[in-house]
């Protein structure tokens, strides 16, 4: 879910926040969805679509689980294992 409206952030970077203002950019729809992840197992998700009207074939798909849920704290340990550094090769 957006916590602030996309315009307050994006009037730091100009193209955002002038396609917003001119309304190229439309919410195209929201929802959730379970994932199953391998090790994690179940993660529900919140979903937003952000498609523009110039050009339908481009859109932003963005995921994001509660805070304080099990599947925030699953996606904490994946990122996790994103940060830590890769194995050095054997040999």
Known sequence: MLLRPVAGPGTRVPGP???WA???V????V???VLHHPVVGD????WDTLASTTDTDQQLVVRSAEP???SHDALRILASWAD???D???G
């Open 17 to 19: 926040a002038t396609w």
């Open 22 to 24: 001119a309304h190229h």
């Open 26 to 29: 439309a919410l195209r729809g």
């Open 31 to 33: 929802g959730t969805k």
């Open 43 to 46: 993660l529900t998700l919140d």
């Open 68 to 70: 304080g849920s099990p």
């Open 84 to 86: 830590a550094p890769a």
């Open 88 to 90: 050095s090769p054997a």
